[in-house]
C-alpha cells in the first residue's frame, strides 16, 4: 500500500528556469509533509517542510504547496541550479506513540542542464 | 559536531551469513530510527529505538531482523542468515526527542553475494 507516491522518476530541466516536483498521498492523517534531497552515497538531507494546516511555505529558492483536497504536493525551485540535481523525496510525518514515523515517495531523479 | 555516523559504508555478506550496522546517533539525541531503501524505491520505515527501548518496529521483517539501542554505544541492526534480498542501503537516523528534527546518515549498502 503505497500511501506516498511520486508518479515521475525523472525530470529534467535547464538552468535558470522552474523545477516542479510532484507528490500525492492517500493518508488524511498526516501531520506534516517534508521533502529531501539525497546525492549518490549520501543520506537523504532535509529540504523544507509543511504542516498539513498549511498550504504553502516558501525558503530561498524553494517553495512547497499543499492542496489538501486534491492530497497533492508540489515542490518548486526557482531558478534552478545545476547544484540542485539530485534525487528528492517527498515524506509525509505521521506522529504515532511519540515517534516520528516517515513515509517516502518513490523518489524523483532532478536533473539540471546547463 | 559530527552528525549521524554509520559503519561499515560498505558490507558484503555470503548467504547465510550475519550482517552487522551500526549507527552512532548525532550528540545528544536520544531517538534512533532505521530505515531500508531498496534499489529504485523509497526508504522505508524499519524501527524506531530510544536508549534500551525498542518504540516501534512495525517496519522490521519477522525473522532474522533485530535491532537494539544499549546504553551505552551505537545503535545496532542485525541481520542474521541473509539472503539475496536483503541487498540494500540501510540508513540510520537521530533525532534529540519526538519532534520531525530528523538527521540521516550516509547509510551502509550491503551486498549479499
Known amino acids: 500500500d503505497q500511501q506516498v507516491k511520486q508518479n515521475s522518476p525523472s525530470l529534467s530541466v535547464q538552468e535558470g528556469r522552474i523545477s516542479i516536483l510532484n507528490c500525492d498521498y492517500t493518508?488524511?492523517?498526516?501531520?506534516?509533509f517534508l521533502w529531501y534531497k539525497k546525492y549518490p552515497a549520501e543520506g537523504p538531507t532535509f529540504l523544507i517542510s509543511i504542516s498539513s494546516i498549511k498550504d504553502k511555505n516558501e525558503d530561498g529558492r524553494f517553495t512547497v504547496f499543499l492542496n489538501k483536497s486534491a492530497k497533492h504536493l508540489s515542490l518548486h525551485i526557482v531558478p534552478s541550479q545545476p547544484g540542485d540535481s539530485a534525487v528528492y523525496f517527498c515524506?509525509?510525518?505521521?506522529?504515532?506513540?511519540?515517534?516520528?514515523?516517515?513515509?517516502f515517495g518513490q523518489g524523483t531523479r532532478l536533473t539540471i542542464n546547463p | 559536531n559530527a552528525g549521524v555516523m554509520q559503519n561499515p559504508r560498505h558490507l558484503v555478506r555470503r548467504r547465510g551469513q550475519e550482517a552487522r550496522l551500526r549507527c552512532s546517533p548525532m550528540?545528544?539525541?536520544?531517538?534512533v530510527y532505521w530505515y531500508r531503501q531498496l534499489p529504485e524505491e523509497g526508504l522505508k520505515f524499519m524501527v524506531y529505538l530510544q536508549k534500551e527501548n525498542i518504540i516501534d518496529e512495525s517496519g522490521m521483517p519477522k525473522e532474522r531482523f533485530s535491532a537494539e539501542f544499549p546504553k551505552e554505544g551505537p545503535s545496532i541492526l542485525r541481520i542474521q542468515q541473509v539472503v539475496r534480498g536483503d541487498s540494500a542501503a540501510y540508513f540510520c537516523?537521530?533525532?534529540?526527542?519526538?519532534?520531525?528534527?530528523?538527521?540521516f546518515g550516509s547509510g551502509t549498502r550491503l551486498t549479499v553475494v
Open positions: 537516523a537521530s533525532s534529540p526527542g519526538a519532534n520531525y528534527g530528523y538527521t
Open positions: 550528540k545528544g539525541h536520544s531517538h
Open positions: 515524506a509525509a510525518l505521521r506522529e504515532l506513540q511519540g515517534a516520528q514515523k516517515l513515509v
Open positions: 493518508n488524511s492523517m498526516f501531520d506534516y
